[in-house]
């Protein structure tokens, strides 16, 4: 396989209540307004949201099993979040790739998440390591 710009991959999943409850068990994130209905009621959502970082898996999943794939090193990710995701909410991450120095294997994509009605909820860029297969 080798890399060459513009290649793209995404993975689309629905945002579960178990999701948000097992990343927040995980990461120690137990924000009332990811956790608690009372409370997101009372905030500018008014309902309960996914963490972001959450979202941003998303992106971590495409990059290490599908694009580049297996053996992918993180090095950077830099996210700007547009707008909340809500528990039920259908999301869709894609990565497209925008530079690849193929002597270091270091690949740079555009990230993107967009929820069900095509709204985007964020978007960045990561750095990795491709694989040495890539």
Same mark, same amino acid.
């Given at each position: 396989?080798? @890399?060459?710009?513009?290649?793209?991959?995404? =993975?689309?999943?629905? +945002?579960? *209540?178990e999701?948000?409850? @097992?990343?927040?068990?995980?990461?120690?994130?137990? !924000?009332?307004?990811?956790? *608690?209905? *009372?409370?997101?009621?009372?905030?500018?959502?008014?309902?309960?949201?996914?963490?972001?970082?959450?979202?941003?898996?998303v992106?971590s999943?495409? @990059?290490? !099993?599908?694009?580049?794939? $297996?053996?992918?090193?993180? @090095?950077?990710?830099?996210v =700007?979040?547009?707008?909340?995701v809500?528990?039920? *909410?259908? +999301?869709?991450?894609?990565?497209? $790739?925008? !530079?690849? =120095?193929?002597?270091?294997?270091?690949?740079?994509?555009?990230?993107?998440?967009? !929820?069900?009605d095509?709204?985007l909820?964020?978007?960045?860029?990561?750095?990795?390591?491709?694989?040495?297969?890539?």
């Amino acid at each position: 396989m080798s @890399l060459t710009i513009g290649d793209k991959a995404s =993975r689309t999943r629905t +945002i579960t *209540d178990e999701d948000v409850r @097992l990343f927040a068990q995980v990461s120690g994130d137990d !924000n009332s307004v990811h956790l *608690d209905e *009372d409370y997101a009621a009372s905030t500018i959502f008014k309902r309960r949201i996914a963490h972001g970082m959450l979202t941003t898996s998303v992106i971590s999943a495409i @990059l290490g !099993n599908d694009l580049p794939g $297996l053996g992918t090193i993180y @090095l950077s990710q830099s996210v =700007r979040f547009k707008v909340p995701v809500f528990i039920g *909410d259908t +999301i869709t991450a894609t990565v497209e $790739l925008t !530079n690849y =120095r193929e002597d270091k294997r270091i690949a740079t994509f555009s990230t993107t998440v967009v !929820n069900g009605d095509g709204v985007l909820v964020l978007e960045g860029e990561a750095v990795v390591i491709a694989p040495a297969t890539t």
